[in-house]
């Protein structure tokens, strides 16, 4: 019978650890992690997550400050606030929500941050700092599996993984952090010949790919530890509000011959989260230990 991934309740627990830290700051008079979210034109779904993340901050404690900018913001606009929030002792993480409008120039955006501010982990010397292995923020999502699967005692070392996707978001840093694990990692994507095959061949799936219930349940490998990363919104005219949420797997009625799978929602979404304030609570130890 196989066990869920609990996202949701593991996210609760590291928000608890989180919060009991910020709590022993509070007593002692010393600085609370700062983490300032900036988001540019009012994209819906941009919105909610930003809403979520600010939520999440002033939850266990965080200093949150939110910086809404017009869509048409230009990229030196942009950099501006984060150059100031760069210089502001309470803040100790930035992100800035993506996707950014055509003109932003995302990259000089990302870049712009302070590496040792870079919650999200996307400047480029954070992630050659992971790359190489030195001491970094990690990338939320990847990391939020590893943690996942850690805190179920799931068995990664020596295991066969399957990385479906290879995005630099979740994809490229997913394989590094399984590599770490020392599993013996194999990276799928839109090209790759026999997907089924290697699919079925694994006891890791990680599915990245981004396209909704694109990898079918019967190709699972019988006992396989399966992690769905997709997030999409499908219409279903037996939802309550027509539409619902669903992963890259569509399980249908394979889960019984799985050891563990994370569902959609409740899996992997409330991870990022939690990844993101551990890292914000990583650059706040940082900077204030380098300030004493």
């Not at 990847?142 to 005692?153: D, F, S, T």
Request: charged content about 25%; proline content about 6%; aromatic content about 4%.
């Amino acid at each position: 019978m196989a066990q869920i991934l609990d996202g949701k309740k593991v996210s609760s627990d590291i928000r608890s650890e989180i919060k009991s830290a910020v709590s022993a700051f509070i007593a002692k008079g010393e600085p609370v992690p700062g983490l300032a979210v900036i988001i540019v034109g009012d994209d819906p779904a941009s919105k909610v997550y930003v809403s979520q993340k600010k939520k999440n901050a002033e939850e266990v404690g965080f200093h949150s400050e939110e910086i809404k900018l017009p869509h048409n913001a230009s990229r030196n606009q942009i950099i501006s606030e984060i150059q100031r929030l760069n210089n502001n002792s309470a803040i100790h993480g930035i992100l800035v929500q993506m996707p950014l409008p055509d003109q932003s120039d995302q990259q000089a955006v990302i870049e712009a941050i302070s590496p040792r501010k870079d919650v999200d982990a996307f400047h480029p010397v954070n992630q050659g700092k992971f790359l190489i292995g030195i001491d970094s923020f990690l990338p939320c999502t990847p990391a939020g599996v590893i943690e996942l699967l850690k805190r179920y005692l799931v068995e990664i070392s020596g295991k066969k993984a399957l990385v479906i996707g290879r995005s630099n978001i979740v994809g490229k840093p997913m394989s590094l952090l399984l590599l770490r694990e020392n599993a013996t990692v194999t990276i799928a994507h839109s090209k790759t010949k026999n997907l089924e095959s290697e699919i079925s061949d694994s006891d890791i799936v990680v599915a990245a790919l981004g396209k909704p219930h694109a990898i079918k349940g019967e190709w699972l490998k019988k006992g396989a530890v399966v992690v769905d990363v997709g997030m999409h919104r499908i219409d279903d005219p037996n939802a309550p509000k027509g539409t619902k949420l669903v992963g890259d797997i569509d399980y249908g009625n394979y889960t019984d011959k799985l050891a563990w799978y994370s569902p959609v929602p409740g899996g992997v979404g409330p991870m990022t989260i939690a990844m993101l304030l551990s890292n914000t609570l990583k650059a706040r130890n940082d900077l204030c230990r380098k300030t004493v």
